[in-house]
Every structure is written in structure tokens, then in C-alpha cells.
């Protein structure tokens, strides 16, 4: 099946400093990426869906100026978190939509990263 | 009220058994999505359904669109099946909502 790769897949930071993590679909081109959080033993939450070529859509309570998103390229999106703090540690997943070409449309999850901000 | 319900929120079972996770939704769906998350927190898309049952290996899915409700069914299980199951639903646009999960402990 197809491959999500997210880099890192873990990373510790100091509060204040910006993290980037990118998603990038290996076989597959993808228009739509979407971000997830996840805290620890809750559900995934969607924070926004990034489309190529264009400004993402935010879920409602999330940040856009704080959690920066690029999708520059049919293969790749990034998340930046700017002037991070603990409270922004969390498990960050993101997932690519293969239009196929068939009948339903496939998403697949990347393997996840996990941030950790002291 | 969350769009999506699971039960039972943890499972534990013996090594053999035939286990049942069950999930409800409130809302019209394109699709109803069964995901496995393992401990180390990577996710698996395990089956996609608009109707009716779905099978892959001892994992069996069914899903009753006039009930809005799915089952995920593992047949035999066995402890590498532990981790956490995920229904999720997606409607137009492909943006899932998902449940809490369902966290399954299989006992050898």
C-alpha cells in the first residue's frame, strides 16, 4: 500500500524555538494532506487540511499563525510550530489523500511525531 | 455529544477469543473507517466500508447504514492484535472524525 514518512519522528525542544515536521507521501501524489494531535489516550483531532498550492483550512480553536502549514508540493506538507511551549507537546500525525482514480479516495496515515517542548 | 462512539473504551481478552468492538455515528457519512494505532503510536488503515462486510485475514468488518452503526470483529485473537482501534467516519471533503478508540489487550 501506499507510504506516509514523517520526519522526525520525535524531537525535543526548548520553549520559544520553532519545529518543523514534514509529511511527505513516497508513491503517491497528494493534493490534500491533513494534521492531526493527539494527546495521550484521546482520539486523534483534526487541526487543518492542507491543499496544494494553497492556504490551509484550520479547524476551529486552532492557530494558524501558530502552527504554520506549507503544502508546496504534491508530495510534500509541512507544520511548523513557532515559539513552542509545553503545552504544545503532543503527538502530531499526518495523513495524504490518494485520489486514486477509483471509485473512494484512500487515506493513509503517516507514523506519527512526537514533540516534546521543556 | 462526539459524532463517533466506541465501546467498549478497553478490552481485555484471552489468547483464542473472538473479540467484538463496536461503534455508532450520528451523522450522514461517505465512508466508515476502522484504523489500528500500535503502542508506538504509528497508525494503520485496517478496512474502508460504505456497506455492508468487509474481510481481510481474521479481521471482519460490517457496517448498517440505517443503524449508523459498524462492527470490527478479530476472530482468534492473538497479543500482537493489542493495540488501539479507531473508528472513524469521513464525510464529504475526506476529513475523518474519529472515536476514542478502543484499547485492546490480548492475554496469551
Known amino acids: 500500500g501506499a507510504v506516509v514518512s514523517q520526519h522526525p519522528s520525535w524531537v525535543i525542544c526548548k520553549s520559544g524555538t520553532s519545529v518543523k515536521i514534514e509529511c511527505r507521501s513516497l508513491d503517491f501524489q497528494a493534493t490534500t494532506m491533513f494534521w492531526y494531535r493527539q494527546f495521550p489516550k484521546q482520539s486523534l483531532m483534526l487541526m487543518a487540511t492542507s491543499n496544494e498550492g494553497s492556504k490551509a483550512t484550520y479547524e476551529q480553536g486552532v492557530e494558524k499563525d501558530k502552527f504554520l502549514i506549507n503544502h508546496a508540493s504534491l508530495t510534500l506538507s509541512t507544520l511548523t510550530v513557532t515559539s513552542a511551549h509545553p503545552e504544545d507537546s503532543s503527538f502530531y500525525i499526518c495523513s495524504a489523500l490518494d485520489r486514486g482514480g477509483g471509485p473512494t479516495d484512500t487515506q493513509y496515515f503517516g507514523p506519527g511525531t512526537r514533540l516534546t517542548v521543556l | 455529544k462526539n459524532e463517533v462512539e466506541q465501546s467498549p473504551q478497553n478490552l481485555t481478552a484471552q489468547e483464542g477469543e473472538f473479540i467484538t468492538i463496536n461503534c455508532s455515528y450520528s451523522v450522514g457519512i461517505s465512508a466508515l473507517h476502522w484504523l489500528q494505532q500500535h503502542p508506538g503510536g504509528g497508525i494503520v488503515s485496517l478496512f474502508m466500508?460504505?456497506?455492508g462486510k468487509k474481510k481481510h485475514g481474521r479481521l471482519i468488518a460490517t457496517i448498517n447504514i440505517q443503524e449508523k452503526h459498524s462492527s470490527l470483529h478479530i476472530t482468534a485473537s492473538h497479543p500482537r492484535d493489542s493495540a488501539v482501534y479507531i473508528c472513524a467516519v469521513s464525510k464529504t471533503g475526506n476529513q475523518f472524525y474519529f472515536g476514542t478508540g478502543t484499547s485492546l489487550t490480548v492475554i496469551p
Open positions: 466500508l460504505s456497506s
